[in-house]
């Protein structure tokens, strides 16, 4: 079981970025993949879940509008679209992964997940 994010960087407000997760060991339908991220103080906020292949994206209201998150299962694959950045955007990003379907109140929970991605930073600059 392994997931990687990557894709983080530098960017100006206002501006986009693409996050990867490539995602191991979550072939079942049934898997549940997430977003979170970590700025420096904070606690871990969740972002967005697909709680199993047929379901769709859920969103926190932080996100919700301006994030979009889509799966490929074919490229074993989560992908992050983050536009209209602001400065308090950034943080570290994390894609994490469980085996079971979560119900939605649990998904952007991130005591819900066993599974880590090693992280990679998002600086928005103002």
């Known amino acids: 079981v392994q997931l990687q994010a990557s894709g983080g960087g530098l960017v100006q407000a206002g501006g986009s970025l693409r996050l990867s997760c490539a995602v191991s060991?979550?072939?079942?339908?049934?898997?549940?993949v997430a977003w979170f991220r970590q700025a420096p103080g904070k606690e871990r906020e969740g972002l967005s879940c697909i709680r199993s292949f047929t379901s769709g994206p859920t969103y926190a209201d932080s996100v919700k509008g301006r994030f979009t998150t889509s799966r490929d299962s074919a490229k074993n694959t989560m992908y992050l679209q983050m536009n209209s950045l602001k400065p308090e955007d950034t943080a570290v990003y994390y894609c994490?992964?469980?085996?079971?379907?979560?119900?939605?109140?649990?998904?952007?929970?991130?005591?819900?997940?066993?599974?880590w991605g090693q992280g990679t930073q998002v600086t928005v600059s103002s």
């Open positions: 994490a992964g469980r085996f079971t379907r979560l119900l939605t109140y649990m998904c952007l929970d991130p005591s819900s997940y066993d599974y």
């Open positions: 060991g979550f072939a079942s339908a049934s898997s549940s």
